[in-house]
Nanobody, 122 residues
Framework: QVQLVESGGGLVQPGGSLRLSCAASGSIFRINAMGWYRQAPGKERELVAAITSRGRTNYADSVKGRFAVSRDNAKNTAYLQMNSLKPEDTAVYYC????????????????WGQGTQVTVSS
């Protein structure tokens, strides 16, 4: 069984910073891409940033230059450094990972964390 646990959310003033972490645990053989999504009230879930196992990154236009995604493969952990936060960044942030377990299926399955609230407000 695989589990993703996010941490680091909270309340921050506009212009401030937060760092989110996503730790994967359980029967993990290999992790492919890891990503961060967010969902604001009344809106669809959207991709914020993603990183491949080799470190290639991809960002939503709305966060380019402000957010940075990284990962520590030895710790099965991904991070999202969020700087210059804006009120429109307020959302629940979810971690996603493509994980192959030890079942022998040789298939990457999508896994989601429980989400962490980020609120940007003065």
């Amino acid at each position: 069984q695989v589990q993703l646990v996010e941490s680091g959310g909270g309340l921050v003033q506009p212009g401030g910073s937060l760092r989110l972490s996503c730790a994967a645990s359980g029967s993990i053989f290999r992790i492919n891409a890891m990503g961060w999504y967010r969902q604001a009230p009344g809106k669809e879930r959207e991709l914020v940033a993603a990183i491949t196992s080799r470190g290639r990154t991809n960002y939503a236009d709305s966060v380019k230059g402000r957010f940075a995604v990284s990962r520590d493969n030895a710790k099965n952990t991904a991070y999202l450094q969020m700087n210059s936060l804006k009120p429109e960044d307020t959302a629940v942030y979810y971690c996603n990972a493509e994980i192959m377990d030890y079942s022998g299926s040789n298939v990457y399955n999508q896994h989601w964390g429980q989400g962490t609230q980020v609120t940007v407000s003065s």
